[in-house]
T-cell receptor, first 111, second 113 residues
Framework: QKEVEQNSGPLSVPEGAIASLNCTYSDRGSQSFFWYRQYSGKSPELIMFIYSNGDKEDGRFTAQLNKASQYVSLLIRDSQPSDSATYLCAVNFINNNDMRFGAGTRLTVKP | DAMVIQNPRYQVTQFGKPVTLSCSQTLNHNVMYWYQQKSSQAPKLLFHYYDKDFNNEADTPDNFQSRRPNTSFCFLDIRSPGLGDAAMYLC????????????FGDGTRLSIL
């Protein structure tokens, strides 16, 4: 099993729809989970972070965490063409004391 | 604005010729990170500093070294670059631990001739 696994996509949604991005991770002891957005040729920028089971909402973005299932997701409501980017899931691996990234899901929002 | 600054944005070097990439931060964060990211791949953590405490990832090649002379600056030295080292190198910071969100610089894209 990959340490942090994401569907590579591309995921294509129409403008105004909900985009759902998923991530699974292998370290059961992980406590910190992050979603970054990365435009082509640019560096990652933080979208959301979540530490506790359940949902966390910030504007159009909702992060969902289920530690028992080792699963974290990001929902983007009212998707805009400017949301088109690669979304990276990152997990703090307690056992290794480091940060592991998934390879990212490429999202395209079509006008 | 407080930020993470990487220089240069683009670096071209010759096969086997040492190269140094630099990172500075005005956030006064204790933790600084270096990542390597190849096209369509995940950023891969090379090492991180907690203050002056250096933490090397187990699979980081010996060819890669780092220095942190003070809180604000961190350098990545590649002693003998190979073609496989061509990548985007990302510097990031976080306030006190790996449990916190990281702030990334714009990256340095390294090409090897």
């Amino acid at each position: 099993q990959k340490e942090v696994e994401q569907n590579s996509g591309p995921l294509s949604v129409p403008e105004g729809a909900i985009a759902s991005l998923n991530c699974t991770y292998s370290d059961r002891g992980s406590q910190s989970f992050f979603w970054y957005r990365q435009y082509s040729g640019k560096s990652p920028e933080l979208i959301m972070f979540i530490y506790s089971n359940g949902d966390k909402e910030d504007g159009r973005f909702t992060a969902q965490l289920n530690k028992a299932s080792q699963y974290v997701s990001l929902l983007i409501r009212d998707s805009q063409p400017s949301d088109s980017a690669t979304y990276l899931c990152a997990v703090n691996f307690i056992n290794n004391n480091d940060m592991r990234f998934g390879a990212g899901t490429r999202l395209t929002v079509k006008p | 604005d407080a930020m993470v600054i990487q220089n240069p944005r683009y670096q071209v070097t010759q096969f086997g010729k040492p190269v140094t990439l630099s990172c500075s931060q005005t956030l006064n964060h204790n933790v600084m990170y270096w990542y390597q990211q190849k096209s369509s791949q995940a950023p891969k953590l090379l090492f991180h500093y907690y203050d002056k405490d250096f933490n090397n990832e187990a699979d980081t090649p010996d060819n890669f070294q780092s220095r942190r002379p003070n809180t604000s600056f961190c350098f990545l030295d590649i002693r003998s670059p190979g073609l496989g080292d061509a990548a985007m190198y990302l510097c990031a910071t976080s306030p006190d631990s790996l449990n916190q969100p990281q702030h990334f610089g714009d990256g340095t894209r390294l090409s090897i001739l």
